[in-house]
């Protein structure tokens, strides 16, 4: 079965600030990864995603997250955060088959901003 | 593209009662996701559909939980009797037939308080 960690509940970074949130999978075989943002109030909104290829992924928003086989990992990452990106983070996993279409989604990293 | 539309934003009963909330996905979209977001448990899937036909309803919690699709534009997911432990942020999702690979559209979500 596959599963998702977030080791972080909660980050505070100042803006401007670069941050990175951590996400660690569990697949058996090559994993679909995704970041999703929730802003307060809102559903969840795709920010980017990896299937297979160039292992740094762009997003949206001056998003990216590299995809790390060894480590299981695929972090967020943003050189410089503006107060806007003040929201929660859910990474998710999905299997790469056909007939398993759903995502397993992380318990979340909320991002707080300070001035 | 008005998005996935979700009905009610907000729904206060009472233990017992009768709860079905409602979801509009994206015209054209083949999958439609119902997850459940609570503080303890995160975002958990439910069921999903494809073509109106409910692929996996593994994580529906138990029987007074029941999700219909009785065509491409409309989805129900109904509580019959609720409990307090029913109160959480229901989400319904949408994609494209690309399955797992496609990015879920949310809509708002319901919050759902039973008391």
């Known amino acids: 079965a596959q599963s998702v960690t977030q080791p972080d509940i909660h980050i505070t970074v100042s803006e401007g600030a670069s941050l990175e949130l951590r996400c660690n999978y569990s697949y058996g075989a090559t994993p679909y990864l995704f970041w999703y943002v929730q802003s307060p109030g809102q559903g969840l909104q795709l920010l980017l995603r990896y299937f297979s290829g160039d292992t740094l992924v762009q997003g949206i928003k001056g998003f990216e997250a590299e995809f790390k086989r060894s480590q299981s990992s695929f972090n967020l990452r943003k050189p410089s955060v503006h107060w806007s990106d003040a929201a929660e983070y859910f990474c998710a996993v999905g299997a790469a088959n056909f007939g398993n279409e759903k995502l397993t989604f992380g318990t979340g990293t909320r991002l707080t901003i300070i001035p | 593209d008005a998005g996935v539309i979700q009905s009610p934003r907000h729904e206060v009963t009472e233990m017992g009662q009768e709860v079905t909330l409602r979801c509009k996905p994206i015209?054209?979209?083949?999958?439609l996701f119902w997850y459940r977001q609570t503080m303890m448990r995160g975002l958990e899937l439910l069921i999903y559909f494809n073509n109106n036909v409910p692929i996996d309803d593994s994580g529906m919690p138990e029987d007074r939980f029941s999700a219909k699709m009785p065509n491409a534009s409309f989805s129900t997911l109904k509580i019959q009797p609720s409990e307090p432990r029913d109160s959480a942020v229901y989400f319904c999702a949408s994609s494209l037939s690309t399955g797992v690979r496609a990015p879920l559209h949310f809509g708002n979500g319901t919050r759902l308080t039973v008391t």
């Open positions: 015209s054209g979209h083949d999958y």
